[in-house]
């Protein structure tokens, strides 16, 4: 896997700014695989949304049609 396709967590910083509460459904096995993850690096569930979400923005590419 090349380097830049690493999804890699960084050590906790204090948050900031303005916050809004969004829910969303996930499937169970996506749920475990992100409390492992959570267990292993000491972050919160919403931490690690947040980090996959802005990894994602960070790379999208909406084609052409």
Do not use: W
Request: hydrophobic residues 40%; proline residues 6%.
């Amino acid at each position: 896997m090349a380097q830049e396709d690493r999804f890699i967590v960084p050590h906790r910083r204090p948050a900031v700014g303005k916050s809004t509460v969004v829910s969303v459904r996930l499937p169970d096995t996506m749920l475990a695989k992100l409390e492992d993850v959570a267990a292993q690096t000491g972050r919160t569930r919403n931490e690690l949304v947040q980090m996959c979400i802005d990894y994602a923005l960070a790379r999208l590419e909406i084609p052409e049609e």
